[in-house]
């Protein structure tokens, strides 16, 4: 299905019924890596899982940003009348939640995030030498967002109002640092760490994620 939020067409499926979660990918993806924990989650909730503007089958678009995401967001629950949905977001679908959440209080009932980044520095040294080099191959501005954005300070996390929880990998891109500073700033924000595991390895093609979502909406 399509509709059209904030001037920009994003394409979504939905699936199950029951209460409303909107699920969120990450960067250079598409809803399709939720295709396992939708099976899962969709016997509990009306699941909606988006493809962010130039990802997957919606419109593509010159130059990123995440306020423009976030407003898609906003208007996605906002235009389909989706009452207190939970939102879920896997590292740019975090940050999208994050920002989201801070912005738009009183829009959420739950807000679970997985490997979300403060900042550009908030990638360990290694893989962030990675994609600096490759960035330079690859100009697209999936690439480039993630060189400048975001910029997370804590009276945007401190905002928060909503129950909130806090995921990443033992083996996660994401410093711990800044995963437990995300999880410490939100007023009461519960955080867990997979263990044994990288950025998506409990989250792409995987029920865990679906497992933890279930566990902590019960």
Known sequence: MYITVNGVRLYY????????????????????IFNKAVKVLSKRFTVYCPDSRDHGKSQKVKTLHYEDMT????????????EKP???????????????????????????VSGASLNPDSTKD??????????HIDTSDKMQIMMREPNITDDILKAITVPTF?????????????????????????????????????????TKIADYILSVTE
């Open 13 to 32: 499926e939905k699936t199950g019924q029951g209460s409303p979660l909107v699920m969120v990918h990450c960067n250079s993806m598409s809803h399709t």
């Open 71 to 82: 407003e898609d967001m906003a208007e996605f629950i906002t235009k389909l009348e989706l």
């Open 86 to 112: 939970v939102f879920y977001g896997f590292s740019d679908g975090g940050i999208i939640g994050i920002l989201l959440a801070s912005k738009y209080p009183d829009m959420l009932s739950k807000l679970i």
């Open 126 to 135: 290694l893989p962030m030498k990675f994609f600096k080099l490759w960035s």
């Open 166 to 206: 806090v995921t990443a990998g033992e083996k996660d891109v994401i410093k711990l640092s800044h995963t437990e500073h995300i999880a410490n700033t939100i007023p009461n924000a519960k955080m867990k760490i997979f263990p044994k595991t990288g950025h998506s390895g409990y989250i792409m093609r995987s």
